[in-house]
């Protein structure tokens, strides 16, 4: 493709002057090491590095052609821009052939429930008979192959050549506020964009909820023309969400909303059982995980499958069939029956959801095993604590990802706060794995035991590894891969 046809799309995005040169673009880079022969070398000031000191090693590599944000003389054509993150978007999805259009797209965004939404939606459609990609937190599912991810939601230029790559007629994605506000999702275009729910998270970032709040509402402006919203009314944010959208004249479907779909006589023992009612019509469902944060997450899914054309009686058998996601609610039974819990929860609502599912479930016990993540957001660990004093008749904290946090001051600020809001039910172990250990030897029959904050992911910090007769019947191999507790580096999310 040639550099003309590339740039095209950047016409209204800042000074392009005249090009002296038109030379054949093979490829987009916006890392200067991964730069060869033909490449379009987009410099992006990042929040560690600023690749305008990498373009001379970008045309060393072979870059044919340079987008950035400062006045530059180069030998290679060189188009500068306002802003090279949201360029690098426009450009890529030019460069692919506007790969969007190709698919069926729906992301899904939220503080909780983007995961497993799409884990639903993917089954919905898949037990359908339908094909469909995934980008999420857990893995990219592309063609039928898993691809590793390092992020909820990747950069623009890696959504447009997973879009460009994938054959599936779907294509589900999760999409964070981070990436929103980071503009990753420019050049994207969604068919449908869902809204969960918002709760206290990520204030570290957003500075406020309002701000963390509008910058997830920049989903509903990646909508195709024809495209639509779906949103949880079931949570004020959602209610002040559709509020916002229907004055802009967005087309929504409303969760919540009785005159178009609600959820009635929801039964939650041993197995969820929900009535939806939608427009006039009434389904009744069975889930197999627990929980009401469920009953959201499988109606909101439900209610864009009925959108897509999928049979709604399809749905029902898909529901019931779900088989569960990784590190999401994933149970493992003790020898004694007690039940561990592994799950992602990381936030004060999430915490509330799982611990109030066991409450519901009639846990004689409920134990709680977590840390708080370093360098994220420190204003939702008191309440964290308070909930799970709230619930828990026991909880263990441990260290968790550290990042940039010191690890004495995270010990320091654990026993703190645990002493001052734990209500004596709170135990400091820095160890997780000896926490864990310690939880699993005392576990009885009806007690639930949850592993909260991590999911599938792998630990960054290093921690004891078990021995084969530590958990009874569960080796410590399936141990380790259920918490997640492999000793290795993970990603950052």
Request: net charge negative; glycine share 8%.
């Amino acid at each position: 493709m040639k550099l003309s046809q590339v740039i095209n799309c950047l016409k209204d995005s800042g000074e392009m002057g005249v090009l002296t040169d038109n030379p054949d673009i093979t490829g987009i880079e916006m890392d200067s090491r991964k730069v060869g022969k033909g490449s379009l070398f987009v410099a992006i000031k990042g929040f560690q590095a600023d690749g305008h000191d990498f373009i001379g090693q970008a045309v060393e590599n072979g870059a044919a052609a340079v987008v950035g944000e400062e006045a530059i003389e180069l030998n290679v054509p060189y188009i500068k821009v306002t802003d090279s993150r949201t360029s690098l978007g426009k450009l890529a999805n030019c460069f692919y052939d506007r790969p969007s259009r190709k698919h069926k797209i729906i992301g899904i965004t939220g503080t909780n429930g983007k995961t497993t939404t799409a884990y639903i939606l993917k089954h919905i459609l898949e037990t359908a008979g339908r094909t469909c990609s995934l980008l999420g937190t857990v893995s990219n599912l592309i063609n039928n192959k898993e691809y590793k991810t390092c992020n909820t939601t990747p950069d623009a230029l890696q959504i447009q050549k997973m879009l460009s790559k994938s054959h599936d007629e779907f294509v589900v994605m999760e999409i964070s506020s981070h990436a929103l506000e980071q503009s990753r999702t420019e050049g994207l275009e969604l068919d449908y964009a869902l809204f969960t729910n918002l709760a206290h998270d990520h204030l570290d970032y957003h500075d406020s909820m309002d701000r963390y709040f509008y910058d997830k509402k920049k989903i509903f402006t990646l909508l195709k023309e024809d495209g639509k919203g779906v949103v949880n009314l079931y949570n004020s944010w959602g209610e002040k969400m559709a509020g916002l959208l229907q004055n802009e004249k967005i087309p929504l479907i409303m969760l919540g909303d009785e005159k178009c779909c609600s959820i009635k006589d929801t039964a939650i023992n041993g197995k969820t059982v929900f009535i939806l009612e939608v427009r006039g019509k009434s389904f009744e469902i069975e889930f197999p995980l627990p929980g009401h944060h469920n009953v959201y997450n499988a109606a909101m899914a439900f209610l864009t499958g009925i959108e897509l054309g999928i049979d709604p009686e399809d749905m029902i058998k898909a529901l019931a069939s779900f088989p569960g996601i990784p590190g999401r609610f994933e149970m493992i039974i003790h020898p004694s029956r007690a039940k561990f819990v592994v799950d992602y929860a990381h936030t004060v609502d999430a915490f509330e959801y799982c611990l109030d599912t066991a409450k519901q479930q009639g846990a004689e016990r409920i134990l709680q095993i977590y840390g708080f993540r370093g360098g994220r957001d420190q204003s939702k660990r008191v309440d964290m604590i308070k909930v799970s004093a709230k619930y828990c008749h026991k909880f263990y904290l441990t260290a968790d990802d550290l990042n940039d946090e010191c690890e004495n001051e995270m010990l320091s600020q654990l026993i703190s706060l645990n002493n001052e809001y734990g209500d004596g039910k709170g135990e400091v172990i820095p160890d997780r794995t000896l926490a864990i250990r310690k939880a699993w030897a005392e576990a009885k029959e009806n007690d639930w035991i949850f592993i909260t904050g991590k999911g599938p992911e792998a630990y960054q910090q290093s921690f004891a590894l078990p021995a084969d007769n530590d958990f009874g019947n569960l080796k410590a191999a399936e141990y380790r891969k259920k918490t997640g507790s492999l000793i290795k580096k993970g990603c950052r999310p």
